[in-house]
């Protein structure tokens, strides 16, 4: 059994990856300051001998008592529009947060696995992307506050790997949707069916001509526990390399939902990548992992946890008011 702390515990991933170390016969100590995360996605673990839960901020001194094998960094807002709304610590978490962690790590002698993400390449000039791509990012745009604050936690993580030797794995996650994503979250499947079901028409921006790669959640998380596993120092891209423009996902929702609502168009968002598309060549070749789960089949398991959330979470469109956090 192994003891392992998952900053970010009460998120879409953190959640999940809770689940699968819990499954693996772990011990699991999950962190969150439940900004963005919701207490409701663990609480299935936490009558568990083998679950902890700490309210906290990694930004802030971590303290963990006994010993730890592994640490996994997924506290962050994720969304576009959280880390419009806190910036700095969005910023925080991905810098002063992940030094914190590796800290930890050094003195636990814990191997330290980093959620990095497709949006260290930024508005990408190279398609598909490789690891070897070093990106195409505006530091000062109104994504930099995220791009930025992840790249630096792999040059961080690097660091802490050439001169500590200390065992860390980056792994870059392309866009990934399923169960216990933030309906309010702003994201574009969530946004999209959470339309669909209070009958408003689907919001498409720009003209929807920009592509994405959707990846089922399982299927990252099965690429994230082998990497964690693996030898492998370098950025690992995990995500799902099929291809679809905004536009026809949109129609895959409508089709998907039965809606009478038709597209309507909005101004597209700063800095918005036109393209994204991993090569999992690498994640291939060292984990042996290729994603299983097609959007037909995802997405039907996504409508059905949607549809599961209360009314009350449906018409909750407003998005946590953050202002009462000191950044
Ligand atoms: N998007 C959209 N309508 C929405 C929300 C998002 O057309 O209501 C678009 C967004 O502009 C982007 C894509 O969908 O091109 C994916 O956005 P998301 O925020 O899910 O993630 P991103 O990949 O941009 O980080």
């Not at 190279?126 to 994504?143: A, D, F, K, S, T």
Request: aromatic share 10%; glycine share 8%.
């Amino acid at each position: 059994m192994k003891r392992v702390l998952i900053t970010g515990a009460a998120g879409f991933l953190g959640s999940h990856l809770c689940d699968r170390f819990i499954a693996e016969g772990h011990h699991v100590i999950g962190m969150d300051n439940l900004i963005t995360g919701d207490l409701r996605n663990i609480e299935h673990l936490t009558g568990l001998d083998r679950f902890e839960f700490q309210h906290h901020d990694v930004s802030q001194f971590i303290h963990v008592k006994g010993e730890l094998d592994y640490i996994l960094h997924f506290a962050s807002p994720a969304s576009p529009i959280d880390y419009l709304k806190i910036p700095i610590q969005t910023l925080k978490v991905g810098s002063l947060g992940v030094h914190n962690c590796l800290g930890l790590a050094r003195a636990k002698k814990a191997r330290m696995l980093i959620a990095s993400t497709s949006e260290v390449y930024g508005d990408p000039e190279v398609h598909p992307q490789h690891e070897e791509y070093w990106g195409h990012v505006n530091p000062v745009g109104p994504r930099g506050v995220y791009d930025e604050a992840k790249r630096f936690q792999e040059a961080m993580t690097m660091a802490y790997h050439t001169y500590h030797g200390l065992e860390t794995r980056i792994v870059r996650i392309f866009n990934t949707y399923g169960p216990r994503m933030r309906l309010n979250d702003g994201r574009v499947l969530p946004a999209f069916i959470g339309q669909a079901l209070r009958g408003e028409d689907l919001t498409v921006f720009g003209d929807g001509s920009q592509t994405r790669s959707f990846c089922y959640v399982d299927d990252l998380i099965e690429g994230i526990y082998r990497l964690l596993l693996s030898e492998e120092s370098r950025p690992v891209n995990v995500g799902n390399p099929d291809e679809i423009s905004i536009g026809d996902f949109a129609e895959e929702i409508i089709a998907l939902t039965g809606t009478e609502q038709k597209v309507i168009y909005k101004a597209l968002p700063t800095d918005d990548p036109k393209q994204r598309r991993p090569d999992i060549s690498r994640a291939q070749a060292v984990l042996n992992w290729t994603p299983k789960v097609g959007r037909s089949e995802g997405l039907a398991i996504t409508y059905d946890y949607f549809r599961g959330l209360s009314d009350e979470d449906l018409r909750k469109t407003e998005h946590k008011d953050f202002t009462t956090y000191s950044s």
